[in-house]
């Protein structure tokens, strides 16, 4: 202590108000942690999302934390629609094509593709080419995630009863129905 230069800051800091500060210092402050950084390619899902809010009319009913995602429609008895949509916010490949996904079935319309694989397989497809579209790469990861919803959609259609597989789902289907069809 002999020999510090003492400024008004330190003097503030050395003394203490009571016995509780003495026992307990405040926490060392903590440096910014890389996570928290903002990431340039951040922005750009960003502006995704303000783009396609702008573009389909749709609202965000809630972000998720997991990746699973819907969207849905709402009629109020005047005939009004409004669009709703629930998704991971896109912060990377996975979490943006979840989120074009949903806003894939507001894009091609609901009720437009029969059965409802079909509808699925037709969301994935735009929410690959609106990927492509926004500068956004599309990932192993993403295309495996794409396979396995559209294999569950068209295993999920097969046990309800659906007769005649669609054309564009046939390498989706389960190995010993292909050699079938």
């Not at 999302?49 to 965000?60: A, D, P, W």
């Not at 972000?63 to 995602?69: C, D, T, V």
């Not at 819907?70 to 949509?85: F, Q, S, Y």
Request: glycine fraction near 6%; proline fraction near 8%; aromatic fraction near 10%.
């Amino acid at each position: 202590m002999y020999g510090e230069i003492m400024t008004p800051k330190t003097v503030t800091n050395k003394i203490v108000s009571s016995l509780w500060d003495l026992l307990n210092p405040p926490p060392p402050e903590k440096k910014q942690s890389r996570a928290n950084k903002p990431r340039p390619i951040q922005a750009k899902y960003d502006a995704i999302v303000e783009k396609m809010k702008g573009t389909y009319g749709f609202r965000i009913r809630k972000w998720r934390s997991s990746m699973s995602g819907c969207a849905w429609e709402l009629k109020d008895p005047k005939g009004n629609i409004t669009r709703m949509v629930e998704s991971p916010y896109p912060k990377g490949p996975m979490s943006c094509a979840i989120f074009l996904h949903e806003v894939g079935h507001h894009a091609i319309g609901f009720h437009v593709y029969k059965p409802r694989c079909l509808e699925e397989f037709y969301a994935w497809e735009w929410s690959l080419e609106a990927m492509g579209a926004n500068g956004i790469r599309i990932t192993k990861g993403v295309l495996k995630r794409r396979d396995n919803a559209l294999r569950y959609a068209l295993a999920k259609a097969l046990r309800r009863g659906l007769k005649n597989i669609p054309a564009e789902l046939v390498q989706f289907s389960p190995s010993q129905l292909r050699q079938i069809v």
